[in-house]
């Protein structure tokens, strides 16, 4: 018998950034982060429409910058588009003709802050529904333990990210090579069976979904929650976000 | 129709001490703190068994310091009693022979944190399911917004403190005059409704409890999820915990 086969590795959940520094995975981790609503699923997109690399940024100012430097920049606060941007965060706005071949620039309230909070691990993947199966693939061939950061909401727990953290932790331990290790795993494992079966009457109680709704920003929603609509794994290594799967 | 029976109070629930700086909640709230195992069950035991009043202290050299002035002290560190203590913080030590018309220092590893972390609050209830019902009355007559607060594991999301504050949630809920406010209460609701059925059989999965069974301190784990054995309900008003049942 292989030794290597028998090896489990764990899936801790990290329901806010706020609680990263608090996580009992201590070495050789890859984290998952995970913003539904909608860094991640957002990133997805823009690399399934061929985006070459995404350098993300942790400021409005910065991205500013840049953006007078001749860059593609994606910015947002709140929710809304801030006005010398060329994006918002909206996924649909991320079409083919506009960011193929192309470098984007983004800056996101939430997404952002969970990168800083997790720089010290060396691999960030970013995970959505969009890209569920692809991304969980990928996990099983890296062999070591995976902890999902979850964005949440200005560092408050979140519905959509917690399921999504649930999901995920679910099809990687039908892998066998993976253990749930904390109890934030094995909630969010309960949350996605009472939600998998009825996702967009679930994720109506969320209260993220009414502050987008509010903002008229809800047609992403559907899309949001679809799985597998791409084979994209982006993955940030410190410095910029690219296309895993296209690069390995 | 009376204006005043129509006010609306939000339920806000806190998963961790480290997330209690963004609670929502701003104003007119009453803090429920819950450490299930096993700060709040001990505490609300020892008013069952007749305790005057409880101080509660934030470190073991404090506690020690009281104990040389001839306080009755309860104080452990990881589920384990100090040597210098009377106590750890087992519920069924505090019998009532030993500690009937006493003051007693209490001193503990996550209830002593969330306490500290909370005190910008004017009042904080003590939760368990042994004074569930009990303490669900005395929220509604306070005619208050009510923010759940677990006290965790090392800062970290557990999972008895969470189903206890979804099981608190539903019973405020029940009363028309509350709203959960926020996605952690909703979650607290779903996980509530998974664990009702079956109390024991759920929190068989709870890492902590596995961490107590490790320590051969699991004996209190039947006793700290049964419902109602009490009418106490505990309040820290920032000097002292006394039982506000008796006391108003």
Redesign the interface.
């Known amino acids: 018998m292989n030794r290597g086969e028998d090896l489990i590795h764990t899936v801790e959940v990290c329901?806010?950034p706020?609680?990263y520094p608090?996580i009992?995975t201590k070495e050789n981790f890859i984290v998952v982060l995970v913003d539904i609503l909608r860094a991640t699923t957002t990133i997805c997109t823009a690399f399934e429409n061929g985006v070459k690399k995404i350098i993300p940024v942790s400021s409005p100012d910065e991205a500013r910058e840049l953006k007078t430097q001749g860059f593609l920049v994606a910015s947002e606060q709140d929710g809304k588009k801030l006005d010398f941007a060329d994006f918002g965060n909206s996924a649909f706005s991320f079409t083919r003709d506009k960011i193929e071949g192309k470098t984007l620039v983004y800056c996101t309230t939430n997404g952002t802050r969970a990168l800083e909070m997790a720089k010290d691990a060396k691999t960030i993947a970013m995970g959505a529904f969009i890209n569920i199966t692809a991304l969980t693939k990928w996990l099983v061939r890296q062999n070591k333990n995976v902890v999902i950061l979850c964005s949440g909401?200005?560092?408050?727990?979140?519905?959509e990210d917690?399921i999504f953290a649930g999901a995920l932790t679910e099809a990687l331990l039908a892998n066998n090579g993976f253990t749930a290790c904390?109890?934030?795993a094995?909630?969010a494992l309960?949350?996605w069976?009472?939600a998998k079966d009825d996702l967009p009457g679930y994720i109506e109680?969320?209260?993220?979904r009414h502050r987008l709704k509010k903002l008229g920003l809800d047609e992403v929603i559907p899309y949001s929650f679809t799985p597998d609509l791409t084979g994209v794994v982006p993955v940030y290594n410190g410095k910029e976000i690219l296309n895993y799967t296209m690069n390995e």
């Open positions: 329901f806010t706020k609680l608090e009992l909401w200005k560092n408050k727990f979140c519905l917690s904390c109890d934030s094995e909630a309960d949350l069976s009472l109680k969320a209260a993220h």
